[in-house]
């Protein structure tokens, strides 16, 4: 007989199922996952957990599935507070004649912190633990992110026009390399380059987003190929696609996030494989804005990472992972007519693991795994619309939506609680966010 250990930990939370995302496909039952300060300490069937663990609290989900935090890769957080502003139209006309217009006169700093915490809000409450962020006044993003608890990319805008945010690209430089040099080394924040698109950055800004990027290693972040007006009217001005025009420029790389993508040949797919860029996928702003489809089973089949999105709430208009996520495996089953196109686990995965490698930092968040950071949500399935459970992924993709989040940590620390948020005031948040509606209105 040999002496039974018993270690003591935090937490213990029980979770009637658990989907680690890896290995994948794994959907486990009866499972106790044991947290010790902001990492995964075990994941252990619970009858090993009663000889094996003493933790300080314990948390009995028995109706719940227990995953990996989401992760959405492109949005414009502080835009929530442009939800429902400018229905209806094509993105061109949607940005030059509505939303940039509508920037210039009502983002300053306070905007983006309300609106960003307004975004967090709805992420954390509906399973979102890290977004990443590409708008004005990164820095107070950054800093929300930080004070709220969230992981999160922080992309810096880079654009040749003048904006709220400084007078044009040397401005934008230097005010981003101050954002990484100030969190790069921050456990939440990790900030990156968001040189806007194509068509609103020059080469010389772009040169210069690559060669900072290769001296602090930060992620470059871009919207591309959103349509094929875009690549159409390149092609017209230089004979030369957007990609391949990004290719030539160094900015394709195994750090770099290609956004939308919904335009792709077979050069487009050589490009993306041998530079090992990532694609974000922004199914319902692409749907919203009939901006196109991308064809996702396609690069997938071609062992290119796609991740998730929602861009921002003003061309969505939810922050609705779980919502994304069922709209892209759709979608995707339409663009590829196979309904075997992007299944429920590998939409999963998408939303998971495949964003912490779009990040860099799949050693430590996207799955459940001893040894990781300790980011996961519990979806109750106990409603009667996810009701009978003969596969909780089928329910997570195709029958939920993210108001059946009940729980999550980030970092080990509880931000969702039976569905009330820790570390934000709600009624307070209200408040504000009606503020900006009457200026916004008058
Ligand atoms: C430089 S800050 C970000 C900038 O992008 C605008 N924006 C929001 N959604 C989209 C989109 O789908 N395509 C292109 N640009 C977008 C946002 O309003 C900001 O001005
Ligand atoms: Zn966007």
Redesign the pocket.
Known sequence: MTAETITAADTRINARWLIPVEPFGVVLEHQAVILQGSRILAIVPQAEADQSYRTRETLDLNQHVVLPGLINLHG?TA?SL?RGLADDLP?MT??NDH??PA?GKFVSEQFVADGTRLAMAEMLRTGTTTFSD???FPEVTAQAAHDTGMRAQI?F???DMP?V?GSGPEEYLRKGADLIEQWQRDDYIMPAI?P??PY?VSDGPLGAAVELAQQTGAAIQL?LH?TAFEVAEAVKASGQRPLARMADLGVLGANTQC??MTQIDESDLAHLKMTSAHVVH?PE??LK?A?GFCPVQKLLDHDINVTIGT??A??NNDLDLFGELKTAAMVAKAVAGDAAALSAHKALEMATLSGARALGRDQDIGSLVAGKLADLIAVDLSDPYLQPVYDPASHLVYSNHGRAVSHSWIHGVPQLQDGRLTRIDVPDLVLRVNEWRKQILS
């Open positions: 414009h835009m442009f993105l949607w940005l939303i940039w920037e590409m708008y004005f992309c805008p880079l654009m904006t945010w968001g806007h698109a609103t919207h959103e956004v939308h922004c702003s692409n804005l901006s861009d921002g003003a061309s």
